[in-house]
């Protein structure tokens, strides 16, 4: 599963229209499409943010459309 790198899903929702910021976790190869959905969540142990949470995200050209 995909990490996002922000502290809120509030936050992650005010970054639709731009790039996603996430950390790759897959030793199968990148998870990351620049296009379609993406399922991931944040790990704060991980990346020292925030609280966990879990989303949904649509990407669209390299950038966020929407987050569910």
Known sequence: ???FNYASK???KAAIGRPLNYI???VFGPEYKADGLLTGANRPH?????REFFANVVMQNGLIKSVK
């Open 1 to 3: 599963m995909i990490i």
């Open 10 to 12: 509030k936050e992650l």
């Open 24 to 26: 790759e976790t897959s």
């Open 46 to 50: 991980i990346t020292n943010k925030g």
